[in-house]
């Protein structure tokens, strides 16, 4: 069986080397080009209606609201538990 990167006779196959490329030429900045190419690539974005924006920042507030409450509650019982544990 063959391994990789030898000859069929088990000798390491000689290495080739690409040859040399050019850097491709930049092109100059055009900002009226960006500024054309940012607005096509925005009229492809598909936007949310208000509906759903109304959705997507309710679901946030309420996520939000209940992670500070889980993080205050178990903050409140760890530094009572502490302070339970280590009382003098």
Partial sequence: MQRQ???PEGEAAPTRTAPAR??????PFRI????R???SELRQVAW???SEVINYTTVT???LLSLMVLI???NYAFA???LWLFKP
């Avoid at 009226?32 to 500024?35: N, P, V």
Wanted: charged share 30%.
């Fill in 72 to 74: 205050f509650v178990l």
């Fill in 32 to 35: 009226g080009q960006f500024l």
């Fill in 61 to 63: 507030l309420v996520t």
């Fill in 48 to 50: 949310p209606n208000r």
């Fill in 37 to 39: 190419e940012v607005r």
């Fill in 80 to 82: 009572k538990g502490v």
């Fill in 5 to 7: 990167g030898q000859d």
């Fill in 22 to 27: 050019k850097p491709a030429k930049r092109e």
